[in-house]
């Protein structure tokens, strides 16, 4: 994939080279696992010139914007060898490296005005961002092409959000080929006018289908927005758009076998190449089996060695699609289990109750090499943090000896920044060396605070989700690049009041007032007088009164 | 002198303070009650071994010696399981010693000894007691050298006649033994402990509650502290009583002193009336009748006391009982309702802080005034009037003008100062300020002269008339300036008039200081044809100079872009067009309003900036459904081929060139691709002059400029020539000029619209939060405001100089000013908060408190209505 991006970067400065145009290109990678299950990775970039209106050319220059990278995701089976661009935590993420000195305002003004801003673009709940959960992290987004004494980064995560229909229609309106026509206004004279079938949408973004894509195991959709200036006025905007979907053929087949087609999955057919596009589209197959399969569809693909797939190009203003059928079409169900990644990260609760709470982090390093990674934790100002817990303990991968860490594999810096409730959370970053073959494993303690009755959410029995730790895994060589993986998201159980409690003692307290008042009340305007017995008559009502008692004896 | 003095049950729980009744009710003596023998025969009150009567710190000793009281000492059991002292001493002597020993702890010199019925009174006890307090009655006087007090108290279940047999004797045994008596307290009613001022409301006598019983019952034991509250209280208030009491008391009193005159060392005799048991009660009548005839009689006393002059100096007393009980209600009542004025003074500004709203005052009637004013603006218009000839009477043209234009327009809208130009330089143009050449004596080939309109604010006048024919030329000259004017005046009339709106005005887009200019290149089918454009090439060439000339109007921010796929929602019309027959597709008036498909075609306005975009489209239809065309009402297409958008912006339909469709697609229903590579077309500068020619005049529309004419002037001066300099940006210095006092006016006239809007908005919104940015804003707007009514006022000063920037200039510049001020204050976001309380919830949440707080004061207020009403009747009858 690494390669595939670089590609792209090399078609995208050819052509901005050339023209001071809009240029984009395309590439959907299709990559199925043993398990059956497909995931699917739609890769988009755009690079937007000067002059051209683009949302987020607009939001990244209005904001002084350098780079910026927004997800939202959904699902947490994500595989992470077929997603190439990283498995991405639950909800929204997303960071921005912006310029120190901008003309509209501060940095953290333009931060909250850009979550406002994004939120309005996407559809989503993005203002929920506040200082009170943004971080700056000082060495986990570092990136070459930012000069970070010009500008700042901020980080922030949305792990309760919810990702649909609703984000996804904005996004793809981002892409240049993706503008939708009436369906409904053509299909009834359709041989009148035949262009209206060929391009509903062109190019591998008329394979969107909600219904497929929100029944998928995972998926997650990004931007990456990136703004190179050649001088103060020549600047362009790349724009990368990801969509990556875990779909499982032999989960929604009767069948219960691995065969799949694009109609099956997508319930649509690729609508030709979207006519914009400078370089090819290509369609990547890579496929679990060297063989025993065969592709449907009219076009065979070419195996490219290189790439380790399939590869399909698109044509323009022809309806494209694709299947796979197995000559024996039964999964591996076993290897769901099984994961190759080098380094793995892993968090969960400790403690018990609502009050005392720990974090275990986890990262183990199948590598035979030292690796040196960067921990960043950002937990919300409610949970408590005590520093002097965190531990450290490596165990040995296979022996599950401890090992005992001499100073130069240890090379552990930590930087903490403590909360202040309700201004900013507790940001943790840690960097360390992994040593090779090694589990090492973090603990810290921390309470959980009683917060206001009004911050707790609708629903406040729930708990309170926690973003992803992020693990920034430091390039071990030249060759290599710095990748993030991110944690499981926490779902931390706070201590709940009774909401009911403020209402009773309104009312309770109303009432005691309202009883004093009363005898008070009595005290000062009443004057007691006594009644003579003659005075005493039954009257109509005091039927359950004796004549005696009422008269009094006689 | 009769007094009060309580008996204080010194078991009671919670324990009761005698500086606190003290202070409470005035009382000056006490009389603490029930000193027995405890099981080590030791004395204290009631037997109880924590509460030891003697030593040096006994029970309450602190308490009264602090308080300065009197305290008498009652002996005696009331119940024959305690023992009384006598049981303990076997001497007189003995029990006399402790008797002092008692009396000496607290400093008393009041002796009470109690004599109960229910106690099993043997001869031999009382004979002894009797002697004891003789001995302690002459050892007392020896010892601590003043007298001792010594009463007796008995209580009767049957006092109507006067003492029993029982107690005659116990007066008899002390009368023989030789112990002056200062009074005989005859309890009313059992128990005796419970006596005036200290009543348990209970038959059960107090000293027969043991310690665990009295805990055990803690709600009980309370009651009796409250009971001492409302003993007095009852005295004053109490119900239910016979009303026969007081004559019983005087009738038992009486009695009584018949049987003491028999014992001449018995001075008086005291009622002790005993409260709340059944039988004898008393009325607050009866109490006041009781207390005022024991104050006649000189040997009665009510409470504990003493008649004799000795007993006075024993209690020590001073106020009579009736006052001592009425002032005490009266202290209740001040108490209780300062206390209620503290907690109100408290909790009133607390509550009042807590719940406030901030409200930033506003200059609410300053507004209000300025909306209601009707608006007379006047712009000062100069004139320089240059005679192009040289000869002729500039001077006296240009005085004679200047009355005769401001006589046309009567001080309305337009003030204007002539001035005889005889310089030979030009001088620079500026709003505001007009140049008339006049060429006299000149005439064209009809023999009349012309009239020509300079773009740069210049209006030439070629007339026949003669140089020195001052009045004719002044006459035609009046026509032509005044011409230029007169449709403005109108405009502005109907602007600050009335909102009747006219057709021109729906066009216009609502003024801001700062428009989004985006040209948008919409290409429905980039399969077939690639399309792009060079519109930045374009904008410098045609569209620039027009954004320039408007600059001091708007600012504009203008951006470019390109969208694919973008077909129409709507089906043009087939239909055979042209030479050749070939098919066209064609748009009618009312597809129109559907053509611009903004649910899918995203326009690119900013989310960064807030100014309102303006949109101009060109539309590179399908191939397959081009040519496109308007058709116009007339059955014609239009040769703009473009159409206008009120508000919105233009759209220009631009034909591709005929190509060859990317596909074919066969009988089959399959598809071919011909090409894999779409034809490309790139509109250069020269091809997009018509579409932003186009732009320019519908952006013109947009903004409302209004042309200016001599529209009038034509009808006024038959057969003269009429000529107009068209402008090469788009819109003239006449046009610009225009379009600028337009806009003062409307803006001065929105401004305070907006602001009488937001007063008006803040006003009917009582819970909503005014900061003091709004303030600031509303007053940034107002100065603002007066200051382009100032410069626009008749009363103004033009400056004959020509400045830079003339008042026409200032006064767009603040009305500018006020606008954005004013939409700013009341667009702010932080005017759409409310308090978080509304009032409905606020009545909801303290019904608890209102409804049990009214259901009193409503009964109170029924009950004092019918009382009214009552005694209105009773008043009635009696006057009848």
């Known amino acids: ?554 | 002198m009769p007094i009060f003095s309580p008996s204080v049950d010194v078991t009671q729980w919670p324990s009761f303070s005698i500086s606190h009744w003290q202070k409470l009710t005035g009382v000056n003596s006490f009389i603490l009650a029930g000193v027995t023998a405890n099981h080590e025969c030791i004395p204290s009150f009631l037997s109880r071994p924590d509460r030891v009567a003697h030593g040096p710190r006994t029970y309450y000793t602190d308490e009264a010696i602090q308080s300065r009281v009197q305290i008498g000492i009652s002996f005696g059991a009331t119940d024959a399981h305690i023992r009384d002292l006598s049981a303990c001493n076997d001497s007189p002597a003995s029990l006399a010693a402790s008797y002092a020993s008692v009396l000496d702890a607290f400093n008393s010199t009041h002796i009470d000894v109690l004599f109960a019925s229910r106690l099993s009174v043997n001869a031999s006890s009382v004979a002894m007691r009797a002697e004891a307090l003789a001995l302690l009655q002459t050892g007392f006087e020896v010892r601590r050298s003043t007298n001792l007090t010594v009463t007796l108290s008995f209580e009767s279940a049957s006092v109507t006649d006067g003492l029993d047999p029982d107690a005659i004797a116990v007066v008899q045994a002390v009368h023989d033994a030789g112990v002056l008596v200062h009074s005989v307290n005859v309890a009313l009613k059992e128990p005796p402990l419970l006596r005036m001022g200290l009543a348990v409301p209970s038959n059960e006598p107090t000293s027969s509650v043991r310690d665990r019983d009295i805990k055990k019952r803690g709600f009980k034991s309370h009651r009796v502290h409250k009971g001492i509250n409302t003993v007095n209280g009852q005295l004053l208030h109490a119900s239910n009583q016979d009303p026969t009491a007081s004559s019983a008391g005087m009738k038992i009193a009486s009695a009584v002193k018949k049987q003491m005159n028999t014992f001449s060392n018995v001075r008086g005799v005291m009622l002790v009336p005993v409260l709340a048991s059944k039988g004898l009660q008393f009325t607050t009548a009866d109490a006041v009748d009781l207390m005022t005839w024991a104050e006649t009689q000189p040997w009665l006393s009510f409470g504990l006391s003493s008649a004799n002059a000795d007993a006075e100096g024993v209690s020590g007393t001073r106020k009579s009982p009736v006052a001592a009980i009425s002032q005490m209600s009266s202290l209740i009542r001040i108490q209780t309702v300062s206390i209620l004025l503290i907690l109100v003074a408290l909790f009133v500004p607390v509550w009042w802080s807590t719940t406030q709203v901030h409200r930033a005052v506003l200059p609410t009637d300053q507004i209000r005034a300025l909306a209601a004013a009707e608006a007379k603006n006047v712009f000062h218009t100069r004139v320089a009037v240059r005679f192009v000839s040289g000869k002729g009477q500039p001077k006296a043209v240009a005085e004679s003008l200047q009355t005769h234009l401001n006589n046309l327009f009567g001080g309305a809208s337009f003030h204007f100062a002539v001035r005889a130009d005889t310089s030979t330089e030009e001088t620079q143009s500026t709003s505001g300020l007009y140049q008339l050449r006049i060429d006299c004596g000149v005439k064209n080939i009809q023999g009349e002269g012309s009239v020509k309109l300079f773009e740069d604010r210049v209006v030439s006048l070629q007339t026949p008339a003669e140089c020195a024919d001052t009045e004719s030329i002044v006459a035609q000259a009046v026509a032509v300036v005044g011409g230029l004017f007169l449709d403005e005046r109108a405009d502005f009339a109907r602007i600050s008039g009335s909102s009747s709106h006219n057709n021109d005005d729906i066009r216009k887009v609502k003024f801001a200081p700062e428009y989004q200019l985006i040209f948008n290149l919409m290409n429905a089918d980039p399969v077939n044809l690639l399309v792009s454009w060079d519109i930045q090439a374009a904008i410098k060439d045609y569209f620039q100079n027009f954004v320039d000339a408007v600059e001091k109007l708007y600012d504009f921010k203008i951006k470019s872009q390109t969208k694919y796929f973008t077909s129409l929602p709507i089906d043009p019309e087939v239909i055979n067009a042209g030479e050749d027959g070939e098919m066209a597709y064609c748009l009618r008036p009312h597809h129109l309003p559907h053509f611009i498909n903004s649910a899918e075609w995203s326009f690119g306005g900013s989310v960064v900036s807030t100014a309102p975009p303006l949109n101009f489209v060109v539309y590179v239809p399908p191939h397959a459904q081009s040519p496109l065309y308007i058709m116009g009402h007339d059955q014609g297409f239009l040769k703009t081929n473009s159409f206008l958008i009120p508000q919105w912006g233009g759209i220009s339909i631009v034909n591709p060139p005929k190509m060859a469709p990317a596909a074919v697609i066969h009988e089959n229903g399959t598809t071919q691709a011909i090409r894999t590579v779409p034809p490309k077309w790139t509109l250069s500068s020269s091809d997009l002059s018509d579409p932003m020619h186009i732009f320019i005049y519908q952006m013109r529309e947009i903004l409302g400029v209004k042309t200016v004419g001599l529209g009038s002037t034509e009808q006024l001066l038959p057969g003269f020539q009429f000529n107009y300099e068209s402008s090469s940006v788009g819109i003239t210095k006449w046009e610009l000029d225009r379009l600028a006092r337009l806009t003062t006016i409307q803006n001065i006239r929105n401004a305070v619209n907006t602001l009488n809007s937001l007063i008006t908005l803040i006003e009917s919104m009582e819970d909503m939060v005014v900061q003091d940015h709004i303030r600031e804003k509303v007053m940034v707007s107002l100065n603002a405001i007066s200051t382009a009514n100032a410069i626009l006022s008749e009363n103004a000063q033009e400056t004959q100089s020509p400045a830079v920037n003339s008042s026409h200039d200032i006064a767009l510049a603040a009305s500018r000013a006020a606008i954005v001020a004013a939409e700013r204050a009341f667009f702010d976001p932080t005017m759409v908060s409310l308090l978080y309380f509304p009032n409905e919830h606020k009545f909801a949440v303290y019904m608890p408190l209102f409804l049990p707080v009214g259901v009193p004061l409503v009964g109170t207020l029924v009950q004092e209505i019918k009382k009214r009403l009552q005694k209105r009747r009773e008043g009635k009858t009696k006057t009848e």
């Open chain 1, 1 to 554: 994939m690494r390669r595939l991006v670089a590609i792209i970067i090399a078609a995208w400065v050819s052509i901005s080279a050339s023209a001071a145009q809009s240029t984009q290109h395309e590439t959907l990678h299709l990559h199925q696992r043993p398990s059956g299950r497909v995931t699917a990775h739609f890769a988009f970039a755009q690079s937007v010139a000067q002059s051209q209106a683009h949302a987020l050319d607009d939001i990244a220059r209005g904001f002084g914007i350098d780079e910026m990278a927004l997800s939202f995701t959904q699902g947490t089976r994500c595989d992470s060898i077929a997603t190439k661009v990283g498995c991405r935590p639950p909800g929204v993420v997303l960071w921005a490296w912006m310029r120190n000195n901008h003309s509209l305002s501060s940095v953290d003004t333009r931060w909250s005005a850009l979550t406002n801003a994004l939120a309005g673009t996407f559809c989503a709940s993005l203002n929920f961002i506040t200082p009170e959960n943004s971080a700056e992290p000082q060495s986990s987004f570092t990136h070459s092409s930012v000069n970070s004494s010009l500008s700042s980064l901020r980080y922030a995560s949305l792990p309760r959000e919810i990702t649909c229909t609703e984000n996804l229609t904005p996004w793809s309106k981002l892409l240049p080929c993706s503008t939708k026509v009436n369906h409904l206004a053509h299909i009834k004279d359709r041989k009148m006018k035949p262009y209206c079938i060929l391009g509903s949408k062109a190019g591998i973004a008329s394979l969107f289908n909600a219904y497929a894509i929100y029944d998928a195991d995972y998926h997650s959709m990004s931007v990456e927005v990136s703004r190179k200036c050649t001088s103060d006025t020549e600047c362009t905007t790349e724009i990368r758009q990801d969509l990556v979907v875990a779909l499982d053929p032999v989960r929604k087949g009767y069948q219960r076998n691995m065969d799949w087609s694009l109609q099956f999955l997508f319930g649509k057919e690729v609508a030709g190449s979207c006519p914009l596009n400078e370089i090819e589209t290509n369609i990547l197959v890579t496929l679990p089996k060297a063989e025993g399969f065969e592709f449907e569809g009219k076009v065979k693909p070419v195996y490219n060695d290189e790439k380790n797939a399939w590869v399909y190009s698109l044509e323009l203003a022809k309806q494209f699609s694709m299947g796979v059928k197995y000559s024996d079409s039964k999964p591996d169900l076993s290897e769901k289990s099984k994961s190759t990644e080098l380094i793995q990260i892993h968090r969960h609760l400790t403690g018990y109750g609502r009050e005392r709470g720990g974090i275990k982090i986890r990262i183990s390093n199948r590598d035979t090499k030292p690796r040196t990674v960067t921990l960043l934790e950002v937990l919300p100002w409610f949970i408590k943090l005590y520093m002097h817990t965190l531990q450290r303990t490596t165990y040995h991968i296979t022996s599950q000896e401890v090992l005992s860490l001499s100073g130069e594999v240890v090379n552990q810096t930590l930087k903490y920044q403590p909360a202040i409730p309700r201004i900013r959370p507790s940001v943790i970053e840690l960097t360390a060396t992994l040593p090779g073959e090694s589990i090492t494993v973090f603990t810290f303690q921390f309470d959980r605070a009683f917060i206001k009755y009004t911050e707790h959410p609708p629903d406040a029995n729930r708990g309170f989700d926690t973003g992803a730790a992020i693990l920034t895994v430091h390039p071990a060589s030249r060759t290599e690049k710095e990748y993030r993986l991110f944690s499981d998201v926490l779902l931390i159980a706070l201590p709940t009041p009774d909401f009911s409690m403020p209402y009773n003692v309104i009312t309770m307290s109303c009432t005691i007032v309202a009883l004093y008042f009363g005898t008070v009340f009595n005290l000062i305007v009443k004057k007691l007088e006594g009644l003579d017995d003659s005075q005493l008559k039954k009257k109509w009502w005091m039927f359950w009164v004796k004549e005696r008692s009422v008269l009094g004896k006689k």
